[in-house]
């Protein structure tokens, strides 16, 4: 009966490992998965380099990119405070002025966030496409 | 016995046409999201998953209060029945919601509350069927099990209000949400039938694994009675 009972250590002991990598390794980046901009002022010195997520609304109209796309400059507000932000890529499909965004990167000297990736934090509303517009698929995706 | 028998198969085909009847409310009849387009269809089967998924969990902490009262081994056995739909369905969550996360968060995977704490419950529960596997011969068996289907439970409520508690990347719930319903007509329709269809197929597959666990269970006690 010795056999089984180390088989049940090591199968308990990698399960217990596992939550406990996922709860310290992860979980206390999680908790803050990422901050809002008036945290962002708020803590400025202290987080800057450091890899990090920003998240709150696209503000509308400030959204410039270049001829191919690939490098855009936008700011990230909470409605009150604004971080601006600059990315190399792509920008995800559904990426929307005045729609929700959370950026991961980091905070530079000169105040502007440089953003690794972009990601679209959207509602739990559904809606279907206005009757007008039916025939077309809605214009970001098909 | 037989009849038994004949109500599950009954159960079975009943769950399939509904299967079929719910993949054309999702796929054809239900209206693209005005914001995600078709993409948002995922939903319909996201969502369903993990209700049972939910749903499997707290049958097995269920059953598994049930065995350490009346130390039956019926409980048991239903426990592990559940515990294999439930890692089943956790598993698709993870999977739908990854290719649903790709095309509208723009990623597959975060280490976000929502899905962190899903991935735990996912391997909690594989835990639990390899917690089983190794103690085939043993007669804590199902004391053990028990208690781990008891505690793994606990994520459960975690899960769930995960995106209350914490800030994430994933949305908060359309259905059960504070502000009401945040998804009419025909989507809500074809969301609410595929939690009833899904349901229907976890009661289908839940008593198919539980004859299944009990032959085994039979197998190795060809002199004992269940």
Redesign the interface.
């Given at each position: 009966?010795k056999k089984?009972k180390i088989?049940?250590y090591v199968?308990?002991s990698?399960?217990v490992g596992?939550?406990v990598y996922?709860?310290y390794g992860?979980?206390q980046?999680?908790?803050?998965?990422?901050y809002t901009p008036q945290e962002i002022h708020e803590k400025n010195d202290s987080i800057r380099h450091q890899s990090l997520r920003v998240?709150g609304l696209v503000k509308v109209q400030s959204l410039r990119q270049d001829k191919g796309k690939l490098n855009s400059t936008f700011v990230i507000t909470d409605g009150g405070y604004d971080v601006r932000v600059a990315y190399k890529g792509l920008l995800?499909?559904?990426?929307k002025e005045g729609k929700g965004a959370?950026v991961e990167g980091k905070l530079a000297g000169d105040q502007t966030f440089y953003a690794t990736?972009?990601?679209?934090?959207?509602?739990?509303?559904?809606?279907?496409?206005?009757l007008k517009k039916k025939g077309g698929?809605?214009e970001?995706?098909? | 016995m037989k009849a038994a028998v004949r109500m599950r198969e009954v159960i079975g085909v009943l769950a399939l046409l509904c299967v079929g009847a719910g993949l054309y409310l999702a796929l054809v009849a239900a209206?693209?999201?005005?914001?995600?387009?078709?993409?948002?269809r995922i939903?319909y089967i996201h969502v369903p998953c993990a209700w049972n998924a939910y749903m499997a969990f707290v049958g097995v902490a269920l059953f598994s209060v049930l065995y350490l009262i009346t130390r039956h081994k019926i409980w048991d056995l239903m426990g592990a029945a559940s515990a294999s739909i439930g890692v089943l369905f956790t598993g698709i969550t993870l999977l739908s919601g990854a290719i649903w996360g790709k095309?509208?968060?723009?990623?597959w995977w975060?280490?976000?509350?929502r899905l962190?704490t899903t991935?735990?419950l996912f391997?909690?529960y594989v835990?639990y069927l390899?917690?089983r596997n190794?103690?085939?011969?043993?007669s804590r068996l199902e004391t053990y099990c028990a208690v781990l289907g008891i505690i793994g439970a606990v994520d459960i409520p975690i899960v769930h209000f995960s995106v209350v508690w914490?800030?994430?990347?994933h949305?908060?719930?359309?259905v059960i949400?504070p502000e009401g319903v945040?998804?009419?007509?025909?989507?809500l329709f074809t969301l609410l039938f595929n939690l009833f269809v899904f349901t229907l197929v976890y009661v289908y597959l839940f008593l198919k694994r539980f004859h299944l666990e009990a032959l085994r269970w039979k197998k190795d006690r060809p002199l004992e009675d269940v």
């Open positions: 009966m089984p088989k049940v199968a308990v990698l399960i596992a939550i996922l709860v992860n979980f980046d999680t908790m803050v998965y990422f998240g995800p499909d559904l990426f959370i990736n972009v990601m679209v934090k959207h509602s739990e509303e559904y809606k279907p496409v206005p698929p809605p970001h995706a098909q | 209206p693209s999201d005005e914001y995600q387009g078709n993409v948002q939903m095309p509208v968060w723009h990623v975060t280490w976000d509350a962190t991935l735990i391997l909690i835990g390899m917690l190794f103690l085939r011969d043993d914490w800030r994430t990347l949305q908060p719930a359309t949400n945040k998804m009419h007509g025909l989507m």
